[in-house]
């Protein structure tokens, strides 16, 4: 094979694959056309498009699978459904296998064993295995692992190699073995939930109504449950503070909860409650914090400032972020950014560039008012003053995001250090034996070099929550973050730009040009 280097950057083409992210590239026998897959693995296609500028792509086929080879003649040989199968003029062949193998167990597990340690030997971000002696760690977990009973045992055996590079990202989850019993005709019952939380009882006290989580089925009955009322009945039984609830909440989603409910003055009011999951549960109390966050820094503030809470770094979470920028944004002199028990994703720079984009021109339409074409942006922007609230959760990107807004100074940090835990990390199969999260890119502050892995952000102010503060609605984190920003605000140039017409023209301030 011989490559034209000359002018190869011209020739590039881009191919519209119609916003699917493809995988399991492979170039066609006569190398005019590209077979791929979706790597979202619902996608049960394998598209085919010509290497060409302005091609369309096509449906290829009406499955997944691996491939292994493409003759000239268009013919694929690839594993489906873990099945040798041959994909030829549109028509797949399988080859299924039936064999009875017999293995060596333990010369089988030494090989996996072999594999993970081999794998993070040859990938692992820093070359010196973070001054282990990795020799010595095959020899000192090697046996074990090959003579492990089970998958749990195996798992942990590997488990105790990874811990002595101290790292995080850093996992091995196997693939069960022996396989569990399943019976596929059991009813499978879980733990409801009504959004209801209790005061604390004791045996024979009523069951009082602490608070109701906004949004769930408790909160949206007609009369809503309030705080303060007592559950007389669930399911028809006379209940108080000696009686476990969750019994009563055990069962199918799909299934009516009924309850009596004495409102404050004594009244009775029956309800046909369908319950919600407990993970749902968690996402509306989480919810309700945030709304509740936000509504104290409007109040301490005096309306001056507003309040985002950044969950996760993914990109459901930036789409929120973006849209929060107007709604919580609008006509608020400084932002409270909070970032605590985020676990991590990918978002920093799209983050960044929301608020570091420097601002070059300032445009007036006739009829309108100082600003700029929110068309001509990249995303929504934010150059006002900034906080940023983090904690010993903040994890990840989420630490990434932390320690960038310290370097590009673009805001004072609040809380706690971040966990230090920041390494790029991918997930590769190990054989037959599971799944490998591998760390194999190490982040550094670019100003001294420091690795941010075991070195989490430190904030400009450190505040740590006394026992109980959260549980009972203090704040001091977040009431810090907000009177450093309001500092902040205080201190920072106005912006008096006045336009200067050609013409002279002079508008009058605050009014729009007429």
């Given amino acids: 094979m011989s490559i034209d280097f000359e002018g190869l950057s011209d020739r590039i083409v881009r191919l519209n694959t119609r916003g699917i992210e493809p995988e399991r590239l492979m170039w066609s026998g006569d190398s005019k056309s590209i077979f791929f897959q979706s790597k979202n693995s619902t996608t049960d296609k394998l598209f085919r498009i010509e290497a060409r500028d302005g091609a369309s792509m096509a449906d290829e086929a009406d499955f997944r699978g691996s491939p292994i080879r493409i003759e000239k003649d268009g013919t694929l040989y690839w594993i489906v459904d873990r099945t040798p199968a041959v994909l030829k003029k549109g028509k797949l062949t399988r080859y299924p296998i039936t064999a009875r193998v017999v293995r060596d167990r333990v010369a089988h597990q030494r090989l996996w064993f072999r594999s993970v340690w081999r794998t993070l030997r040859d990938r692992f971000y820093d070359p010196s295995m973070n001054g282990r002696d990795w020799d010595k760690m095959l020899a000192k977990y090697e046996e074990a692992a090959a003579n492990a009973p089970d998958s749990p045992t195996f798992d942990g055996v590997v488990g105790m190699m990874l811990g002595e590079l101290n790292a995080s990202h850093l996992t091995f989850i196997s693939a069960v073995w022996p396989k569990p019993w399943e019976n596929e005709g059991a009813e499978f019952l879980s733990t409801r939930h009504l959004g209801i939380r209790f005061e604390r009882h004791g045996a024979g006290d009523p069951l009082t109504v602490a608070s109701v989580i906004s949004g769930s089925p408790a909160a949206l009955c007609k009369p809503p449950v309030q705080p303060g009322d007592t559950i007389v009945k669930i399911n028809g039984r006379a209940i108080d503070g000696s009686m476990p609830v969750y019994r009563f909440m055990n069962g199918r989603l799909d299934r009516d909860i009924s309850l009596i409910v004495r409102d404050q003055v004594g009244k009775e009011h029956t309800h046909e409650l369908n319950p919600i999951s407990y993970d749902r549960a968690r996402e509306l109390a989480e919810s309700q914090v945030v709304l509740d966050n936000r509504k104290r820094v409007e109040e301490i503030s005096q309306g001056r400032l507003g309040y985002v809470h950044i969950a996760r770094m993914y990109w459901d979470e930036f789409e929120q972020f973006e849209r929060e920028i107007y709604a919580a944004g609008h006509g608020k002199e400084g932002l409270v950014i909070d970032i605590r028990d985020n676990g991590g994703g990918f978002i920093t720079d799209h983050l960044l560039t929301v608020l570091c984009q420097p601002r070059h021109a300032v445009t007036i339409p006739r009829g309108g008012g100082p600003g700029y074409p929110q068309d001509r942006k990249v995303y929504a922007s934010w150059h006002k003053p900034l906080v940023v609230v983090c904690n010993q959760n903040s994890f990840s990107n989420a630490e990434i995001f932390a320690h960038a ?27 037959d034996a599971g799944t490998l999260r591998i760390p194999f890119r190490g982040w550094f502050s670019p100003d001294t070099g420091a690795d941010m892995e075991m070195n989490g952000a430190v904030p400009d102010h450190v505040v740590w929550p006394e026992p109980g503060q959260l549980i009972a609605g203090e704040d001091p984190q977040l009431q810090k973050a907000v009177d450093v920003l309001i500092k902040d605000v205080d201190a920072a140039e106005k912006d008096d730009f006045k336009p200067r017409y050609r013409s002279g023209y002079a508008p009058v301030e605050g009014e729009p040009v007429k």
Wanted: zero cysteines.
């Fill in 405 to 431: 807004i310290k370097t590009l100074k673009r805001g004072p940090l609040v809380g706690v250090t971040t966990a230090g835990g920041v390494i790029s990390a991918s997930r590769d199969k190990i054989l």
